[in-house]
């Protein structure tokens, strides 16, 4: 279990994060708000970019939106999982189907947030997901 008085900058501290998003406004918005809890960011303004980042740079997490041109957030994602290396990944979308969040844990999302998601939020997810893989990997 986490403790509720870490800090979210201690928790994503050093975190290798990539944002991938095509609105620039968003995606400069997420660049701060991970800049300002210590985490290092790399960007990405559509699916392709993001596969090649997430091969070179290996992240530890992927912030991927949906909807991207080129090659969309599902088709990414599934590039993206899948590897034994591959970064943990929370996908933000517009769209409340049911259906899309569905295939998107298939193809192994680990959260499937809906836009538009408040900042505080998307960190404190991050946070999480970082702290419960520290967890895992501590246990082998």
Known sequence: MTDP????RARLEDARILIVDDDPDVRE???AAFRAEGAHTLLAD???TAIDLCLSECPDLVVL???LPGR????ALEKIKGREDSPLV???TANEGKRHQAYGEQLGVDRYLLKP???SQLIAVAAELLDEEDDEEGED
């Not at 008085?5 to 979210?8: F, P, R």
């Not at 969309?72 to 088709?75: E, Q, T, V």
């Open 5 to 8: 008085t870490t800090s979210n």
């Open 29 to 31: 918005s997420m660049d």
């Open 46 to 48: 559509n699916g392709n």
């Open 65 to 67: 939106d949906m909807m």
């Open 72 to 75: 969309s957030g599902f088709l």
């Open 90 to 92: 929370i996908m933000v």
């Open 117 to 119: 998601v408040p900042l």
